[in-house]
Every structure is written in C-alpha cells, then in structure tokens.
C-alpha cells in the first residue's frame, strides 16, 4: 500500500521561506521519480518540480525557478521542496506525488499521490 504524507506547510510573510517534506511507505523509494504540485482554490492542480530516483535530474516550473529547490533522501525514503521568497500566488495545497521511473510535469502521469499540505504567503 502506498502512501505519501506531506509536511511542513504553514502561514509564511511574504519573502519568507519554507520547506516541505513527503515520506514515503510502501513503494521501492529509489524506483520512483517524484515531483510537487500545488492547487490554489478554484484553479488547476500546477506542477511545480520533479525529481528523478537520485537527484541528478531536476526539473521547475518557470514560475518558480530560481527561487524553489527539489531534493531527495533515498535513506530516509523522503522529498523535499525548499521554497525561498515566497509570494501570495504561491499560496496554495502543496501535493507530493510519485511516478515510476521516469518524471513528468504532467499530474496524470503520477499515479500516487499524498493528502496536501497547505502553504499560505501572506501579503
């Protein structure tokens, strides 16, 4: 059985940062890539990053390129994304999602996905 948690959102001040984890159970970690996507009220579920099954492939959106980081622990079965000056638009429910083998921008490519954890950047 597969399960993703997310973890780490919260209520951050505009420039703030914050960073997200989701741990994963249940599937081969380092079999998967993995990516982030978000969902703002009323709007489409956005991809936001992907990551490849060692980290050595990365992969944003333009819209948050330069200013949030994807990462992995194959160890501790756990992704990250480091976000850094954060801005209201970002404010959304931040999903982890899992896919095998190969990444993907596209959110029916990934057939796991976690509960969300809500990001809120104040203004």
């Known amino acids: 059985q597969v399960q993703l948690v997310e973890s780490g959102g919260g209520l951050v001040q505009t420039g703030g940062s914050l960073r997200l984890s989701c741990s994963a159970s249940?599937?081969?970690?380092?079999?998967?890539?993995m990516g982030w996507f978000r969902q703002a009220p009323g709007k489409e579920r956005e991809f936001v990053a992907a990551?490849?099954?060692?980290?050595?492939?990365?992969y944003y959106a333009d819209s948050v390129k330069g200013r949030f980081t994807i990462s992995r622990d194959n160890a501790l079965n756990t992704v990250y994304i480091q976000m850094n000056s954060l801005k209201p638009e970002d404010t959304a429910v931040y999903y982890c999602a899992a896919r095998p083998y190969v990444p993907s921008t596209t959110t029916d490519e990934f057939p796991y996905w976690g509960q969300g954890t809500q990001v809120t950047v104040s203004s």
């Open positions: 990551i490849n099954w060692n980290g050595g492939r990365t």
């Open positions: 249940g599937l081969t970690f380092n079999n998967y890539a």
